[in-house]
């Protein structure tokens, strides 16, 4: 089963790398202050969960750059998914307020949905 999962992984992953959307362009001002935006978001991650390729091929859509953080093999991350977010299940999307609290956002419709109410 490992095996299955790991082969299908990859195949995914390598048409993901093939057919890879191209993302929009924006003035550099305009890219300046999305990055300063995207810093206050963590995407916790499988690289190979078919999953968090949707959300990570909708963030290059829009040219979002989102730090990616990989819950399978850090365990810091994993950890703080676990402990923090509710549950090990990616993708999950960690939401940063003013306030420096944070909201976990579990799902890849709602986190696509909420990436394109908030950039795209
Ligand atoms: N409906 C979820 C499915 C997410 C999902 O099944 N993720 C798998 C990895 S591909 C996972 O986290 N499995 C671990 C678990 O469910 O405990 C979504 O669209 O995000």
Same mark, same amino acid.
């Given at each position: 089963?490992?095996?299955?999962? +790991?082969?299908?992984?990859?195949?995914?992953l390598f048409f993901s790398w093939v057919f890879?959307?191209?993302g929009v362009d924006r003035e550099s001002e305009?890219?300046?202050?999305? $990055?300063?935006?995207?810093?206050?978001? +963590?995407?916790?991650?499988?690289?190979?969960?078919?999953?968090?390729?949707?959300? %990570? %091929?909708?963030? +290059? %859509?829009?040219?979002? $750059?989102?730090?990616?953080? =990989?819950?399978? $093999? $850090?365990?810091?991350?994993?950890?703080e998914l676990g402990r923090d977010g509710g549950?090990? +299940?990616?993708?999950?999307?960690?939401?940063?307020? =003013?306030?420096?609290?944070?909201?976990?956002?579990?799902?890849?419709?709602?986190?696509?949905?909420?990436?394109?109410?908030?950039?795209?």
């Amino acid at each position: 089963m490992f095996i299955i999962r +790991k082969i299908l992984g990859s195949i995914i992953l390598f048409f993901s790398w093939v057919f890879t959307p191209k993302g929009v362009d924006r003035e550099s001002e305009a890219q300046a202050e999305i $990055n300063k935006q995207t810093e206050k978001l +963590k995407l916790y991650q499988f690289q190979a969960c078919p999953f968090c390729i949707k959300v %990570r %091929r909708a963030m +290059k %859509r829009m040219s979002l $750059n989102i730090e990616t953080r =990989d819950a399978m $093999n $850090n365990a810091e991350y994993r950890d703080e998914l676990g402990r923090d977010g509710g549950a090990i +299940k990616v993708p999950c999307l960690r939401i940063e307020d =003013d306030k420096g609290k944070y909201t976990w956002m579990y799902e890849s419709s709602d986190i696509i949905q909420y990436l394109q109410s908030q950039f795209g």
